[in-house]
Structures are given as C-alpha cells and as structure tokens.
C-alpha cells in the first residue's frame, strides 16, 4: 500500500488488525505478511470501483472473488484470501469500523487436492548415488539423504542441529509447525552419510573460525544455508540428472511418505512421522497409492491394457 492516494482504507485499519494477528492470535511473521498481501488485493479491487470499505456491500465480496477466479489463481490461494478478507471484516465489525460483513455469505472454492508429485524409487537412488567430489557436493548429498530418510520439511532440514541428533539411536529430534517437536529416523545410508560429512563440517567450521556452529548443515564458508540456495541445489541436480519430474524439498517428502505406505507402513504411523496434526492431511497419499496401483493394473493386467 505504498500510494496512500489511492487506498480504500487506511493505513492504520490494516496495522491495526495485522498487530492483532501477531500479538493477540500469535501468528507467525510470516503468515501476518501473507495477510497483508491477501488484504491489498482486496484495497486494489476497492480502489478501481471507487468503493470505501463501509460502502462494500455482498454484490461487491461477490465481483471480488469472481475477479480471483478470472486471475485463474488455484482454489485454494481463492479460499485463503477470502478466509483473510473475511477475518479482517470482522475485526472491523468487533472495533465498529463496519456495521456488516460482505464476505459472510460468500462461499469459498471447493478444493479439489492435487496428487503430489513422487519420485520413483530408482529416481531416488538416482540422486541420493550422485558423486561426491569435494565438501559441497558431500554436504549436497547428505542434505538429500535427510530429506529422503526424515520425510522432513525444508525448514526443519534446515534447522536441524548437532544437540538434536542422537546418531547411536539413528534419530533426531525436529522442531515443526507450531514448535511442535517430533523424532524422526536415519536410514543406515543417511546414517552413513553423516558420519563421512560431520568431520569435512568440522574441517570447513576450523577454517572459517566459528568451531561453535550447531548448525548440521553449512556451506563451505561455515554458514548456515539460505532458502534460496536450497532451491537453487534442487534446480541443478534436477538439470544434472536429467530429471523430467519436479524436483523440490517438498517432493522429497511426497516421496518418503508414499513410499513408506506402498511398503505397507501404517498411516497413522506416516501421519506421526510428518508431523501432521490431522490423519486427513496423510490421507492423500493414499490416494496418490491407489493412483499408482491402477496404473500397475492397467499396464500388467491383460485385460487390463488400453491396446488390447
């Protein structure tokens, strides 16, 4: 809301509430920002219909998701900016800022759930095999293994650290969503994998002076790697190994967990291990099973084959 000419509401309305979510509701910084956004799509759409926030009426909610709908944004990016614009209408209503809420009767998109890209597992040996030739390659490939042996999110990855890992027990101890903490497994390879990489870390964090780092994964400066970077390391081994599938931390974590259940593994056991509040969140990775069982079926079954 950088023009304070051209805004619908004022600054101080959006401050206000977005204060609220991060004091009194205890939102992350990062989902008050993702508010924020959610809220100036709505200051723009106001804006170019010469509309106040008092003056908004139902027919005005309903041309403003029909707007998100013409964007061909996903249902559930929809779904979010509704739920956020609706919150803050009735934080106004709660402080007598407005006397109605024009979100109230409209309804949300029907989300209909995206199977998940998964690696095959000859994919996955394909990666976690790439060649080790100096410590950034070697950090590289243990930073795969974790993600493949833990299931783990980027962010946890990321914040793993030395007083965390119980290598005897083959576990570490994960901080997730809503500093929930959960333990997670180390394969004999990724266990294998941390104890080559450790001692090259330790070699690098002499090097750059900072022998006290906790940090398990460091660049070759010693420093704790940036998402970006992350990212950045997935793009290349992608184009590397000739991967025509996405390859991200979180298809990792599709893979992991789909695999877990082809091999017969206990949802609830899955759900435990993602660190899912809810078995539905797990659930899907049934679905991404059942897919791939049909598609065994159809391509082995002699009756079950299209040229036939």
């Known amino acids: 809301m950088e023009n304070s000419e051209r805004q619908a509401f004022d600054r101080a309305q959006m401050d206000g509430f977005l204060k609220y979510l991060k004091e ?53 990016t929809i779904n979010r900016i509704l739920s956020a614009n609706r919150t803050f209408f009735h934080h106004l209503r709660e402080n007598g800022t407005v006397t109605s809420d024009p979100f109230r009767r409209v309804s ?34 243990t930073m795969f293994n974790l993600f493949y042996s833990t ?17 005897n027990e083959r576990r570490i101890l994960v ?60 793009d290349k081994y992608r184009d590397r190994l000739g991967l025509s599938k996405k390859f991200t931390p979180h298809v990792f974590r599709h893979s992991f967990a789909t695999h877990l259940i082809d091999n017969n593994s206990d949802i609830r056991v899955v759900q435990v291990l993602l660190g899912h509040e809810s078995i539905g969140t797990t659930q899907i990775y049934t679905h991404v099973t059942g897919k791939r069982l049909e598609e065994v079926y159809r391509k082995s079954h002699p009756h079950g084959r299209k040229d036939k």
């Not at 170019?48 to 909610?61: C, I, K, N």
């Not at 890209?117 to 100096?134: C, M, N, R, Y």
């Open 24 to 76: 009194v509701r205890g939102y992350s910084e990062k989902t008050v920002v993702s508010y924020a956004h959610d809220l100036r799509r709505l200051d723009d759409f106001l804006v170019s219909h010469g509309l106040t926030l008092q003056e908004m009426v139902f027919e005005d909610a309903r041309a403003f998701t029909a707007d998100l709908y013409d964007q061909e944004l996903s249902h559930a």
């Open 108 to 141: 949300g998109a029907k989300n209909t759930r995206k199977i998940p890209t998964v690696l095959a597992p000859e994919e996955v040996e394909k990666i976690l095999g790439s060649p080790v030739t100096d410590y950034t390659s070697l950090m590289e490939v």
């Open 151 to 167: 299931g783990c999110r980027l962010s946890e990855v990321l914040g793993m650290k030395l007083g965390d890992m119980d290598l």
């Open 175 to 234: 901080t997730g969503k809503g500093n929930k903490q959960r333990y997670v497994f180390l394969t004999v390879r990724a266990l294998d994998m941390i104890r080559t990489y450790l001692p090259e870390r330790q070699k690098v964090l002499e090097k750059a002076g900072m022998e006290n780092e906790d940090t398990v994964l460091v660049n070759a400066k010693g420093k704790q790697l940036p998402l970006s970077t992350v990212h950045s390391i997935f």
